[in-house]
Each structure stands twice: as C-alpha cells, then as structure tokens.
C-alpha cells in the first residue's frame, strides 16, 4: 500500500536539503505538488536539486551556523516574492562527531550543537512569523534517539538533539497564536552520508539492534510528511521515535 500526499498550492522550506533526510523531504514534497525552498551550505548540491524541478524548487545557500536574522528574512522574502509565504517547514541540518570528554574539540562540540539546536531556533524565530507562513503552518524538527539514549563519546551530538526535543512543547504553546504547529522527529539509525561516515553509529555492534533493520531516508520521510500534512491538525509538540526496533533491540 502506497500513502500519498497532496500538496498542491501548497509551499514549504526545508533547511538541510542537500543530503540524507532533508532531502529526501524535499522530493516528496515537490512530487505532491508543493513549491519548496530548500537550504543547506553545499550551492552545487542545491543547483543539482533545483535541476530535478526548476519550476517548484528555489534554492538558496546558507551556513546556519553565522547566518544572522536578516540573511535568514532574506532567503524568505525571496521566496515569498515569487510564490507566496510558506505552509511549513522541516529543519533537518546537522553534523555528527566524536567528542570524548577527556579530549574533545570545543570548536566541534559547539558546531554539533549550533547546527542542530540553534540554527533550528533561528529558523523558526524567522519562518514562524505572519510575515512569512501563512496561518496554520506545520514545522518539524530533527532530533534523534540520541537525546535519550546517546552513544559513547557523542554527548554534544546527544546533547544538542535533546535540546531539539526539548524546544518543541514550548515554541509549540508561543505559535499557537497564529494555529502553528511544531513537532519533532527521532531516527534512529539511518542510511545516510552523515551516519555511514561516522565509525560510532555505524558499527557492527549497534546496526544489528535495529530489529527491523537499518533505516533509509525514505522510511523516516513519510511521518514527516504526514506530520506537515492537514491529517495531522490536531498534533504539537509531540516527538515521534522512528527507531526501527532498536530500542526494544537493545534490551533483548
């Protein structure tokens, strides 16, 4: 059985949009109509993105970690002039490393933590106004199974994605005002560039939990959609596991 969305009419930004999740994302937003601003550092990547869908895909280079509020109003309001204020968002930018307490690079550990924690406020403080999103937009956050249950030597990874989880019921009792909604998503392990390149959450040891096997980002792309969808009117500030049976994996 296939589920589909309809988005037509209907616009979204999705920050992170180069690789992994975000991207996909993106791609499924696009096929169900929608006209979608996609962000991320690499502008080759986002050329090529564009080049799937020149008509619906606006791209615009952006290093979330120095992009202060007015670079940040001004990829919107580029957006907006040609087709209108957003419906929603996702926020699926960060990186991952290993920061070992007695040895750790604290240029790294408040990368990890800018990428992921405070470029998705700056998003929000920026994509939530009326200015820019129409009423009623959905916005959701990556976080991951780390914020609970982080690995040896990536607390700031850890950390950082709690933060991202923790965010979410506050910043979901400010938009109401305007009948916003924010929720989070948690993957657990999934097939991308970031994670197969990290030795620590890609080991033989850790993949074998995952009862239904290692994810792609199509498994974790679905609930995001439905998630920025009108199905889920009723639903904020909520964080939803994606986990793959690792969870229950990891006490057998």
Known sequence: MNVTFDFAGKNFAVIGATSGIGRQVALELVGGGANVLVVGRNLERLDALKKINPQKIFNAALDVTTATADDWAKIFDEFKNIFGKIDGGVYSAGIVGQTPLNSFDKNLAHKIFDTSFWGAVDFMQIAARKKFSNGGASFVLMSSIAAD???????????????VKGVVVPLAKEIIRNRHRINSVAPALIQTEMATSHAETASDEIAPRHLLGVGKP?????????????????????NFLVDGGYLIGSVI
């Not at 498994?219 to 909520?238: E, H, K, W, Y």
């Open 149 to 163: 249950y982080g690995g040896k030597s990536l607390f700031a990874y850890a950390a950082a994605k709690a933060a």
């Open 218 to 238: 199509a498994d974790v792309s679905g609930l995001i959609l439905f998630l920025l969808s009108d199905r889920a009117n009723l639903i904020t500030g909520q």
